[in-house]
Structures are given as C-alpha cells and as structure tokens.
C-alpha cells in the first residue's frame, strides 16, 4: 500500500545550516491498518507526514503508494490513483476553505465520474455524523471537532484508500477528541483503509493504532506492535516515553523524568541520537545502531537485549530526575 | 481544615452579555490549605479559568462578583485596584498555558524577572540579580547567568514554562495558580514540569491551584481534586479517590472519553450531547441532558453534600458507579499477546 524506502528529509537554514528533518526512514502501512507515529514536537513527524503524502519532495529515497511513486507534484493535477492518498490536517480551522459552503468543498473531491454529486455530499455528511443540512452551511458556524470531521468527510470524498493523519485532534477538546478519534478509527475498520496516525500522544496512539513507529530526531529507533511496544519497550527512549504518560491511580504518582532536552535537530548528537539522555549509553553508542528485530520488535539500540521492557510502567527503568542540562552544543 | 490558605464560598461572576448578564461560576466552595497541591478539572467552558481570573482580580470589565474569598484570612472581594496590587504576585502568582505569549518577546528574561521583585520586594538592583539567578536554579535553567541575557525566543517550550514559573515565584507568593500549564508541552516535557512544582511546593511550602483538562496529569499531582462542570462543582475530594472510584456521572464520563493509556484498549466514549453554553444552564443538574442516570429528581439543582470524610458530591442519584469504567492496568506481559500479534516483520519498511 503505502510504503517508505530510505526516506531523507534536508532542509537548508541560513541560522542553522542543514538540518535533517527526516533521516533514512522505512516505514509501510497496510490497507485496514492503522499504524501510529509517536516522538516529541520537533522530531520530524510532520515532516515525515508531508513527504507520505506528496507535499514535499524527499531529498532521497522513494514513497510508493500501491507500488507506484508519489511524487510532489505542486499545482500540478496529480493522476486519478494518487487521489486515494488523502491526508487530514492538525488544525481544522485552517484547513477548510471559510468563504465557501461545505457542499461545494466537498464536491471537488468527488471523482468526476460520479454522477449523483449531490447524493455523495449526502452520504459523506452521514459517514462523519454531521446533518444533512451542514451542506449549505460555511466553516465559522461549527465547532472545532465538527469541522475536523468536515476535513475528514472531504478526504473521504475522493474514496481513498490510504489516510494519513496528522496530529488530527490535537487542536481538539478531550470530549471531541474521543468523537473524532473513534470516527477515523470506525472509518478505517468499515473502509478498509489504511492510516498512518501521527501524534505526540502516545496513549492516544495506543488506542487505535495496530502498530507504532517511535521517532527521535528523524530517525525511527523502534516499531512494534502497538501493545507489544507499550509493554515491552525495548528503546530506552520508547521507555522513558511511555513512563512520562501521567497514570490514574490510588497512589500519587509522578511521572517519570527523562533527562535533558531533545537536542537541535541541526545539531544532532553524533552516533545513536539519543546518547546524551541515555541512561545506559556506552561507547559503543557513538556508531549509529540499525534498525534490528528484538523479540518481536525492530529496535534501534546497542543495548536493547540487556534492557528490554518492563511489563509494569511503575517501574520503568529512566528514572533519573529531573536535571535539564542542556548538550553543552553552542 | 483549620488555616486555609485559601477559602471560596458561594462564588458567583457572572459576565455582561447582549441580553443581560451571564452566570458563568455559580456558586462554586473551594478551598486550600498551605502547601496543598489541589486541582481542579472541567471541560473548556466549565469555569475554571474565570475562577483563577477571579483570584487575581482580574475579571472584565462589567463583571459582577458575588461570595466570599478569604485568603490568607483577608477577604478578597471588593479589593480595589492598590489592595489586589498588594495581592498579585506576592500572595497569589499564575502560570498561564502559552508562555510564548505570556513572556514578553522584546525583553531579557532578566529584565523580566527582576522587574516586580524590585517593585515589590524593594530589592536593589543587585540583590534583583542574585535573587533572579538563584530562582532560575530552582527551576532547573542551565547556566542562569546567560539565560538571564537572552530572550524568550531562545528557549524551548518547556525552559519557558520554567522561566515563567520562576517569575511567578519571584515575590515569594503563598499561592501559585497554574491553568493549564503544561497542555501544550510534549509529554516528556510535562514530566518535568510536574516534578519542579512538586518540587517546588515542598521546599518553599508552596500551594498550587492546578487547573487541567488532564485527568491523569491531576492524578500524579494533585493531593485533592475540584471536577467543574458549567461552573459548579460537581464532585470533590482526595485525588486518588475521586478519579479511580468516581461518585458522580460526569466524573465517570469524563474518565471514559480519555485514552487510558497503558493497560487498557478499548473504545474511546465521547460525552453523549455537548458541552452547556455559558449561562444556559438547565435549571436543576447541569449535567442531567447529557447523563445517562438522569430522573426527574435531577430538575431541581443537587446540593453539595458530604458523602464520606473529605469527599462532596452533587448528585441526588449517586448511581453505583463501581465497574462502569475500568482503569486497572491489565496484564501486559508478553504471553498475554498473541503469536500473529508478535510477527513483525523483520523490516517494517522497506518491505513491499
């Protein structure tokens, strides 16, 4: 289906010179799949989600959606198969168009050879849980979650067969974030459509998606099953993630610390990124380490065999506290 | 609870609006003693931030303010300008959410931070400077002398927040009110914050007013918890208690529309209905249009009452709520996950 072979990434700043927004990643999605991307702001997600869904050229390496390339195409018309490659954006209220009707922005997606485009509005309407009626109304007169389900009837308009995903309901309220989640996910399940779902949010990934991609940095350091990965994280990094997530329990408890903050993207650590927080970072660290199968996952780490998981987040091994120095870089 | 640091009783501010004005917080009892963590949780809309605004005196025009709040045993309401002067800061401070906006863009972080301690406290210039570098210690800025000579913008989101918490903290406030402080930080950054205020309040005795959306973030924090639904409290008391066996529908609601994170896969169930608007409350319960437990009783407005020590609850159902939400954390061990499951391809990606 959807499938990244070797992607890179490069932006050029005059301030900051090259930075690597995304730096050799693989990942696929299957059709009917729903496969998470996690990391920190800043670590290339958005990035990545850009060049999956043709907006921006990678520098190297190929995206192929069902076996033929994506390629950034600019105002250019894309061919008819590429439309099925539909992305919905992190903010709703910039990604609908405010001075025209629902009905009229949902209709450009339509293939032209539908006949009914009226009763495909209808439907698509239907298919999100909005009113009939939302058709001949403007973006302003509804909610946040309401036009973040509009954005996904329009990219459903082109009947895709691969979604992606980014930061959907971050903008969003908890209450509507439980709406527009469980819609993409029925979407996903109902259609057979393939997602790739980014967010910064790893218990939120870990509700819907099957299987989760961990970023740091542009790099992937592991992929796994979703439950197998909050589990079992093999990743120091993937550790220290999923120990930061505040937990409901009788007993009060902080979340865990990890030390120090993600470097420069421009400035990026040599070796394996994460060595400077890594509480188990040994010289052997100072070669970037490969994605590699670890009991069942694909993990990025030297070490990853000595530290592999901990079935209770209460004990999750960073537990350093909290001593923000930063990389001495400058 | 004898000497409460803080003490809210029947409050009321109610907003102008084109048709008269509008009850926003009605008749909301609330209280903090010192060195207390306390939180308070609601939906945006639910009145939580305006209860801050009312702490500091920093209401709209045209708001009408009725109740008591009694902090530090002075009574708040009906302070005028210079009285709430010698309020802000140095008894009550805030951290807001966006500390992009809340840090002034053009100015040093240490013009910043001295600016009030030397209004305030009458510190030299000098003594400011001292004072400053030693706050940015606390809140964990690497090398304070530096940061003192940069701008805002030179910093992340989350050494921001700190720099922030450190001005809020300048004047040696009893009451530090956080709304939302860490919404928009990365979890890991949160992490941190969450460590320096409680931190913060053990060494310097400090009280925190804690106001999330975030019922986890409430529950590694805060010692006791406030859930607000339009502008009432619907159900208070010690944090653990309240989140993991909830008395009232809505709490349970809300703890069913989060994503439970470890442990628990399932579907995400969102409020049915939607969130009152301002000052169209329902007559009666609040809550009682979007409540699965709703009765007639529920028309006329619950009273909050003691159900157990420490614990309030405004609902004259009080459904047995025990089993309609599940936060245990199940098993995870790997021979709970299924051979198919486990396959992963050997590379995730280049795989066609």
């Known amino acids: ?330 | 609870m004898t000497d409460l640091l803080l003490d809210i009783k029947d409050l009321t501010v109610a907003l102008p609006g084109p048709n008269g004005d509008v009850p926003i917080i009605r008749g909301v009892d609330l209280q903090v003693a010192p060195g207390e963590i306390v939180g308070i949780a609601g939906e945006s809309g639910s009145g939580k931030s305006l209860t801050a605004q009312t702490l500091l005196g920093l209401l709209p025009a045209g708001a009408k303010v009725d109740g008591s709040i009694t902090f530090a045993g002075r009574e708040l309401i009906g302070n005028n300008d210079k009285a709430w002067r010698s309020v802000r800061g140095s008894g009550i401070a805030m951290v807001f959410q966006d500390s992009s906006s809340a840090l002034h863009p053009m100015l040093t972080v240490g013009v910043q931070l001295t600016e009030h301690m030397r209004a305030v406290l009458r510190l030299d210039r000098r003594a400011a400077r001292q004072r400053a570098i030693e706050l940015l210690e606390q809140v964990r800025i690497p090398h304070p002398e530096k940061a003192l000579k940069s701008y805002p913008h030179q910093f992340s989101g989350g050494m921001r927040q700190r720099i922030a918490i450190a001005i809020a903290l300048a004047c040696k406030p009893k009451l530090l009110i956080a709304d939302e402080p860490t919404t928009a930080l990365d979890v890991t950054v949160q992490a941190g914050i969450l460590a320096l205020l409680d931190q913060l309040r053990r060494d310097n005795d400090l009280a925190v007013l804690f106001i999330t959306h975030d019922l986890g973030v409430l529950a590694s924090l805060a010692q006791r918890s406030y859930v607000f639904y339009a502008g009432q409290v619907m159900e208070s008391g010690p944090t653990g208690v309240v989140l993991t066996a909830p008395n009232h529908p809505y709490t349970s609601a809300l703890l069913n529309a989060r994503p439970h994170g470890l442990g628990h896969t399932g579907t995400l169930k969102a409020i049915k209905g939607i969130p009152v608007a301002a000052g169209s409350a329902p007559v009666g319960c609040p809550f009682a249009p979007r409540c699965d437990y709703v009765q007639d009783i529920c028309l006329v407005r619950p009273p909050l009452v003691m159900t157990s020590p420490g614990r309030l609850l405004a609902c004259v159902v009080a459904p047995d709520l025990t089993g309609s939400h599940d936060l245990s954390v199940a098993d995870l061990s790997g021979a709970e996950l299924s051979g198919a499951e486990l396959s992963v391809s050997p590379n995730p990606g280049g795989e066609r």
């Not at chain 1, 993630?241 to 007993?251: D, E, F, K, N, R």
């Open chain 1, 1 to 330: 289906m959807l499938s990244m072979d070797n992607v890179r990434l490069d932006y050029r700043s005059s301030s900051r010179g090259l930075v690597k927004a995304v730096d050799g990643v693989n990942l696929s999605v299957e059709a009917g799949e729903v496969v998470g991307l996690v990391g920190e702001s800043g670590c290339g997600k958005s990035s990545l989600a850009r060049v999956a869904a043709g907006l921006t050229a990678p520098t190297s390496g190929q995206v192929t959606f069902n076996g033929a390339p994506v390629t950034a195409l600019k105002w250019r018309r894309r061919p008819a198969e590429q439309t099925r490659l539909q992305m919905v954006f992190q903010d709703p209220y910039g990604s609908l168009n405010p001075r025209r009707t629902i009905e009229s922005q949902l209709s450009d997606g339509i293939p032209a050879d539908v006949t009914s485009r009226t009763g495909r509005v209808a439907e698509l309407l239907e298919r999100v849980g909005m009113p009939a009626d939302a058709g001949t109304r403007y973006p302003h007169q509804f909610s946040g979650g309401q036009r973040q389900r509009l954005a996904i009837a329009r990219a459903l308009a082109a009947d895709p067969t691969m979604i992606i995903a980014d930061e959907p309901v971050t903008a969003l309220d908890a209450s509507a974030q439980a709406q527009v989640v469980s819609l993409l996910v029925k979407l996903v399940r109902e259609l057979n459509v393939g997602m790739l779902f980014i967010s910064h949010d790893l218990a939120l990934v870990h509700e819907i998606a099957d299987r989760t991609a961990v970023m740091y940095l542009g790099r992937i350091v592991e992929s796994a099953p979703t439950r197998h990965l909050m589990g079992q994280p093999a990743h120091p990094y993937s550790q220290a993630l999923i120990g930061a997530i505040p937990q409901i329990s009788t007993v009060q408890q902080l979340p865990t610390v990890l030390l120090g903050e993600v470097p420069d993207a421009a400035n990026a650590p040599t070796g394996c990124h994460f060595r400077p927080r890594c509480i188990y970072a040994t010289d052997v660290c100072l070669t970037a380490p490969v994605l590699r199968p670890v009991n069942g996952a694909m993990v990025a780490c030297h070490h990853a065999e000595g530290i592999t998981g901990f079935s209770d987040p209460a004990q999750a091994p960073v537990t350093a506290h909290v001593h923000a120095h930063k990389e001495d870089s400058k």
